[in-house]
């Protein structure tokens, strides 16, 4: 009885020292933001200085606080947003007579103009991004809407204004107008229509600062290229259906010219740049003109991407023609297997091929998904990102097979006489490198810059090369290995030839193998090597349709590479029993790989 008594005493004490046991396995989260919490828990923190309203974050497993919403904004831009109706009043009230129409809207354009600065353009793009809810993320369209509606508000008066970031000029024509703003914006209506018109005319300096780049396909692969220009002439004016625009290019490296508006309706409100009703008409010196059918607040799009119609032909062909090789290597391999298994270098050589080709053809797979989900309409980012991480992936598992195989050429190499390593050990770490390399690559890429909104590249399903630089999360990889395949190359064949002598069959045997994955590193390493400096290449020279062209072809045809290369040409393959219905395979897909093969066998026999 005493015995139960004591255990009576201490088992409420055990509970409360398992419950404090859990309680500190529980990760804890704690800055100078959200505070502390335990996992899961949601907290409300302070926004930066000189920004009024609150954010909201999440405690992970790793013990940080995630960012989940924003709704923190500079304070002039808050202030200026929470009164523009009242603004708008009482501008109307000083425009009629009781102050001067010229001072108030100087002060006015001072103001806004400050807001448009390179300073603002951090708390700009905080509130445009999609951590913020609909109202949060409408606010420079609502800026520009407002500015819309003061100038609106001058009646029956000429202004011309200069500020240091915004332009404005109100006049009276009737004929035609023809006007030069800063240089930067040329203005032409040949055809106003009848009567006297008024037009008002602002042009901002710095208005990328506050407007994001986004299109009517939710895109973000275009810059806003050139001063946005606001014009609207006064109501009861009939409207002016053909109005010109001349824009001085900010960046003449950049391609593709969209002739586009601020349509204020786009994704909920929110607004974003719609080219309908206007097209670009000529392109010279260093500018763009464009024709538009309707009055609103206009801009030039551009892209750093070269538009490249031969290259999404040839990208597309060549990866059906890629395809449908892995899948012709994989079913000749299904073909074989049994024969190769016999010898453990030829066994893991397979192996090896059968990785590369089972990653390419999903990376392809997946490379086609993205392309379908880069196409379709809305906000897809979420797809997009998945599709990314799944090409990344599979791309770098490619090369770390690659590795694989070169790591096991060298140890074989260098071990030929003296045994070594089991099979199991070398599968084993045949897959750690193969898939584990991969995984935290592409695991660390994707969580370092997707909650920031830089892990793609806009409206392409690939890795960000503009602001984040994630492809150097594969292009950095992709290029050591190809390097280190060039100095293992050397080393294997320096020891080759200070092994000549071979009088064992077994070794002679072990011999060739290694030879067959020599020739194929050899031949592999250069082609990919060649084809991802090519990609360097369109990073560097964005407008050189040459080297795209070039990239676009070898990049789309890895899979027949591994094909021909890793299987056509190895002589073991062609000895088995199973040849005839490998030839087969061959003449059904490419009949004149499959007449060279042909006579390679009769050579052979």
Not at 15 to 40: A, R
Not at 208 to 217: H, K, M, Q
Not at 227 to 251: A, C, D, M, Y
Not at 543 to 554: M, R
Request: glycine share 6%; with cysteine; hydrophobic share 45%.
């Amino acid at each position: 009885m005493k015995y139960r008594s004591d255990q009576n005493i201490f088992l409420p004490l055990k509970v409360m020292l398992f419950h404090s046991f859990l309680l500190f396995l529980d990760p804890v989260c704690e800055d100078d933001v959200f505070g502390t919490g335990n996992l899961g828990q949601m907290a409300v923190g302070s926004c930066e200085r000189d920004e009024v309203g609150e954010r909201k974050g999440v405690c992970q497993e790793d013990g940080s606080w995630r960012e989940v919403e924003n709704n923190c904004i500079l304070g002039p831009v808050q202030e200026l947003l929470l009164v523009r109706f009242t603004l708008c009043n009482s501008i109307l009230y000083i425009l009629h007579g009781l102050m001067s129409p010229f001072l108030s809207m100087q002060d006015i354009l001072l103001t806004a103009g400050v807001l448009t600065t390179d300073g603002a353009r951090a708390s700009w793009e905080s509130l445009n991004n999609g951590t913020r809810n609909a109202s949060q993320t409408g606010r420079s369209s609502t800026f520009l809407q407002s500015l819309e509606t003061i100038t609106g508000l001058i009646i029956g008066v000429s202004l011309a204004i200069d500020t240091p970031s915004i332009l404005l000029n109100k006049t009276t024509f009737t004929d035609s107008f023809n006007a030069s703003f800063n240089s930067s914006v040329t203005i032409v209506i040949s055809e106003p229509g009848e009567g006297e018109k008024n037009i008002t005319v602002m042009t901002f300096a710095s208005m990328d600062n506050v407007l994001p780049a986004r299109d009517e396909a939710n895109s973000s692969r275009f810059d806003i290229n050139g001063r946005v220009v606001l014009v609207q002439t006064s109501i009861g004016n009939s409207p002016i259906n053909n109005i010109s625009f001349t824009f001085n290019l900010n960046n003449t490296s950049l391609v593709d010219p969209q002739c586009v508006f601020w349509n204020f309706s786009l994704f909920d409100d929110r607004g974003g740049w719609d080219n309908e009703g206007c097209m670009p008409v000529e392109i010279k010196n260093g500018s763009v003109t464009c024709n538009c059918n309707h009055l609103t607040s206009f801009s030039i799009l551009m892209s750093p991407f070269v538009n490249c119609e031969v290259c999404s032909l040839i990208t597309f062909i060549g990866v059906g023609i890629s395809m449908a090789s892995l899948v012709i290597c994989l079913i000749i391999e299904a073909v074989i297997w049994r024969k190769i298994r016999r010898n453990t270098t030829s066994y893991l050589r397979h192996v090896s091929i059968v990785n590369i080709a089972v990653s390419l053809l999903i990376a392809d797979i997946w490379f086609i998904i993205g392309a379908s989900i880069s196409e379709a309409p809305g906000d897809n980012r979420d797809a997009c990102s998945a599709a990314t991480f799944f090409i990344h992936f599979f791309y770098l598992a490619m090369f770390f097979w690659m590795l694989a195989s070169a790591l096991l050429l060298l140890y074989r190499t260098v071990s030929v006489f003296d045994g070594g390593l089991s099979k199991r050990s070398m599968l084993a770490i045949g897959f750690s490198v193969g898939y584990g390399g991969p995984i935290i690559i592409a695991v660390i890429t994707i969580a370092a810059t997707a909650p920031s909104e830089r892990y793609t590249q806009g409206i392409f399903c690939w890795l960000n090369f503009t602001e984040s630089l994630a492809i150097i999360a594969f292009v950095l990889p992709a290029l050591t290995i190809v390097l280190f395949h060039l100095i293992i190359l050397i080393v294997v064949l320096f020891k080759m030839l200070r092994r000549r002598a071979v009088t064992d069959s077994a070794q002679a045997g072990q011999r060739n193998v290694l030879l067959v994955i020599a020739r194929t590193l050899a031949v592999l390493t250069p082609l990919f090597g060649l084809t991802w400096g090519l990609g360097i290449g369109t990073l560097a020279d964005p407008e050189n349709q040459g080297i795209h062209i070039a990239f676009s072809f070898f990049n789309s045809l890895q899979g027949f590479f591994i094909l021909v290369f890793g299987l056509l040409l190895d002589k073991k393959v062609f000895k088995t029993q199973y040849s005839y219905l490998y030839l087969i395979f061959s003449f059904a897909f490419f009949p004149i790989i499959a007449k060279c093969a042909l006579q390679h066998v009769q050579v052979i026999h």
